[in-house]
């Protein structure tokens, strides 16, 4: 649904004064109010935090290479045609410029063919004036026209076709200059002011792929040099414009939110514009009529409204809109999905730049229709977007992730804007390589030594900020103090489409390997002493993971079956350390560097690592969880480790707990592998740490033959899981980037579909039963506590009225069997005996 804008559109970004998509729309900006860092919604600004509008103008206050807005509601098409472009533009302050230019970028396209991309980090010709005065039009020549003086300059291009090519001409103050050789595909595609600090360069450059590095096209974008201009009066004009009005954003950007147990929480983000006292509202249709269903202050800090509404009716989709101001931005809030017999989850994680705005993986989920999104962490990188990464001081740094964040929204809004989703902030959402967040602590530091001593290196308010625009939709937590700091917690209970999702923080109170292992000589995570087996130590003193607020949550929620047909655990990174490097290797330093094998190829000496970011440390931690999840069937959803894969965990023997699904990162520059000594990928193994896992379906980096080869080569995609209540099996695919899952012969990574039953998360292999039990009610729950020292063993959700209870070990049971939803229970005591 569109976007509706009213009167603050004009007020805050000067949208275009003729409608619609017809060539020859004219476009001129209006930059009032202010002081502010955004444009408005006829633009983007690389980056955010360079920018203001004040004073009627647009200005670049910070200096560096590449500074520059992008009009999002004009182009240049294609067919032929004339256009006019104008802006006036001045010195900041005083200072004696250096080597950089100011002017206009023409025909700005990126590599994939989306003005998202091309607004990011797009390319075309560039015409203005240098720092010394002089005019161009793509190069500098010698003999160019030249100013004296940049203080206030009218600049005015012009281009109009004569025979094969494109006659331009600029003109800057009272000086003029032409170029006549100006071929027609320079003149396709986006606009763009610029303000340069730095060496010039021949434009248009080539368009090339994506490759490691730098992402996909920039370059130059350092912090430094002297230009500070600013611009007003940006006018367009011309047949060969092109109206994109379809494309304004803004000032709300795009909403996610979060139904469960009646409960309604839904995170507007907003652009941080100057003025948030009027606060927003949430409205919702009922006939032709809009009714107001809460209201929200906006945090000016994150830039967020946050509403929550009790008592909310699910049984039914819900049009509405969030209103701010004169704009309002509408979606639809889906009905609880009971009815279903499948459940479809939609799982995507780590959301780098390389391959924005991940286009074919948002239309392969608009197709599929999930019911739900969850996004496991890295929803942002540092390096995100160019221009690197800031932080301080405090008000650029909460810039600097703002604009990182919202591409987040910008590839997926349209889809969370309907469907119900999860955000689970991570490492690299926090400016993280590695975290190990020890309930939230003060890091010694920056660097991998600041994150070796554990806590956050970031100051806690701006953790904050992230976990509000992120996670603040999320269901409440069952104990919602905060940890250290004053770092708010998020982990708690989902309860959509009859299935039961625990969403836990596995990186907020897991333990700081380094202290705790001084013999290993940790460095990032990783061991620097050669003669150092953490299987030798699989119970470290201290060590946590999930820590034990989140033990005891999964203690009462594996309990918890109202409402619930079968579970999932969903979390940042699996439980286990699925990779192997080279034998040489003392850290994944290496990974970048690595080569991309063919297909059959092997390596000749890879080894499986010790790497205490993954949730395969510390063992113990990582067991207690497991046992947790296996008792009550509970499939394991994570992400974070860059390698697609499917697995079953082990605890006490191979096939003991549950099954788990590492999805594909959306976007890989980090691409982990497994190629295991035995030279077989799969079936039985123990990781680095000793852990047991058994193997399933792998998706290297290999040469796919998917170009561009540096992105497709690293497995990019996503992951699909499939629960179906009815029969009580899971399906779990994993799905390259490349793929379009509307065609018939759609093929998933090699070795996907995964299918399995909802017992095999721990049960169906156990070597003993208690045999047949039976109930009067339909899916009723069944608790089985050993009578040795009164633990649950096992509690889950039958499908009929009769099922067959499994356990790993001799002796007599309590099994309770009852109606999570009603009042109806039995209780009998059965004797484990060997099944045959």
Not at 600 to 612: A, C, F, Q, R, S
Request: charged share 20%; proline share 7%; aromatic share 10%.
């Amino acid at each position: 649904m569109p976007i509706r804008r009213r009167s603050i559109v004009k007020s805050l970004a000067g949208l275009p004064l003729a409608a619609g998509a017809a060539a020859g729309a004219e476009f001129r900006s209006s930059f009032d109010g202010g002081p502010r860092p955004w444009p408005g919604p006829a633009y983007w600004s690389n980056p955010l935090q360079d920018w203001r509008v004040a004073g009627g103008r647009l200005e670049c206050v910070a200096a560096g290479g590449d500074r520059n807005v992008y009009l999002l509601t004009r182009e240049l098409a294609p067919a032929a045609g004339s256009f006019e472009m104008s802006v006036r533009a001045g010195k900041l302050d005083s200072a004696v410029l250096e080597e950089g230019w100011v002017g206009f970028r023409v025909g700005v396209r990126g590599y994939f063919q989306d003005y998202r991309d091309s607004a990011l980090r797009g390319l075309g010709l560039e015409c203005g004036v240098t720092a010394d005065g002089r005019l161009f039009i793509g190069d500098v020549t010698p003999d160019a026209p030249r100013l004296t003086s940049l203080d206030d300059v009218a600049l005015r291009l012009e281009a109009r076709p004569q025979g094969a090519t494109y006659l331009m001409t600029l003109h800057a103050g009272g000086a003029r200059m032409t170029r006549a050789d100006v071929p027609p595909a320079w003149l396709e595609g986006g606009l763009a002011l610029v303000c340069h600090s730095g060496p010039m360069r021949s434009s248009p450059p080539a368009i090339a792929a994506p490759t490691e590095g730098n992402g996909g096209l920039k370059w130059g974008t350092a912090r430094g040099g002297s230009l500070r201009f600013w611009f007003r009066d940006w006018a367009v004009s011309g047949s060969k414009v092109v109206a994109r009005d379809e494309r304004a954003w803004g000032p709300i950007l795009f909403t996610q939110y979060t139904v469960t147990r009646g409960v309604l929480k839904m995170t507007a983000q907003l652009a941080p514009v100057e003025d948030f006292a009027s606060g927003a509202l949430l409205q919702v249709r009922r006939g032709a009529t809009w009714e107001t269903a809460a209201r929200a202050a906006v945090d000016p800090d994150s830039c967020t409204a946050r509403f929550r509404v009790e008592s909310w009716d699910a049984r039914r989709d819900m049009p509405y809109r969030v209103v701010f101001g004169d704009a309002s931005y509408e979606g639809v809030i889906a009905h609880d999905p009971v009815e279903k017999t499948k459940i479809v989850i939609g799982a995507l994680t780590c959301q780098n730049d390389h391959g924005f705005p991940h286009a074919p993986i948002a239309r392969n989920l608009a197709h599929i229709k999930p019911d739900i999104l969850f996004f496991t962490g890295d929803q942002i990188y540092e390096r995100s977007g160019e221009y690197g990464i800031q932080r301080a001081p405090a008000v650029a740094a909460r810039l600097d992730y703002l604009r990182k964040w919202f591409l987040f929204g910008w590839a997926w809004g349209e889809l969370t804007r309907r469907i119900p989703c999860v955000c689970l902030p991570d490492d690299h959402d926090v400016y993280h390589g590695n975290i190990w967040g020890a309930a939230g602590r003060k890091a010694e530091g920056q660097g991998p030594a600041g994150q070796d001593s554990g806590g956050y290196t970031m100051p806690a308010e701006w953790v904050n900020l992230v976990q509000r625009t992120q996670s603040s939709h999320l269901p409440d937590p069952p104990d919602p103090a905060p940890v250290d700091q004053n770092i708010a917690v998020h982990y708690g209970h989902l309860l959509w489409g009859g299935i039961s999702f625990a969403l836990l923080e596995d990186r907020k109170w897991k333990s700081a390997p380094a202290s705790l292992l001084p013999e290993a000589k940790i460095f990032n995570g990783w061991p620097q002493n050669p003669h150092w087996r953490a299987a030798d130590h699989p119970d470290v003193p201290g060590a946590q993971l999930l820590g034990e607020r989140q033990e005891r949550f999964l203690e009462e929620w594996s309990r918890d079956w109202k409402g619930a047909k079968m579970k999932a655990a969903v979390s940042a990174t699996i439980f286990c350390n699925l990779a192997t490097l080279p034998a040489s290797a003392m850290s994944d330093a290496v990974v970048p560097k690595l080569a991309v094998l063919a297909p059959g190829e092997y390596p000749p000496d890879d080894k499986t690592v010790m790497d205490h970011d993954s949730n395969g440390w510390p063992q113990a931690g990582r067991n207690r969880a497991l046992l947790l999840l296996s008792r009550c069937l509970a499939l394991h959803i994570a992400g974070d480790q860059h390698l697609p894969s499917t697995l079953q965990y082990g605890i006490a023997e191979f096939g003991d707990a549950s099954w788990a699904i590492c999805t594909p990162a959306i976007s890989n520059i980090f691409p982990r592998r497994w190629y295991p000594p035995s030279r077989n990928q799969f079936g039985n193994h123990l990781d680095g740490f000793g852990n047991r896992i058994t193997v399933r379906a792998v998706a290297n980096p290999l040469r796919y033959g998917v170009t561009p080869a540096a992105l497709n080569n690293r497995a990019p995609g996503f992951g699909v899981v499939t629960m179906d209540k009815a029969a009580r099996t899971i399906e779990l695919v994993n799905w390259p980037r490349w793929a379009d899952v509307s065609r018939a012969d759609a093929k998933p990574f090699p070795g996907w579909p995964v299918r399995i039953a909802q017992a095999d998360n721990g049960m169906s292999a156990a070597p003993f039963t208690l045999g047949a039990v039976s109930a009067k009610v339909e899916d009723a729950a069944v608790e089985v506590r050993s009578r040795k020292d009164g633990a649950v063993v096992r509690c889950w959700r039958m499908a009929g009225k009769s099922c067959e209870p499994l356990v790993w070990s001799e002796g007599e049971y309590d099994v309770r069997v009852y109606d999570p939803d009603g009042a109806w229970s039995a209780q009998v005591v059965r004797r484990a005996v060997k099944r045959s």
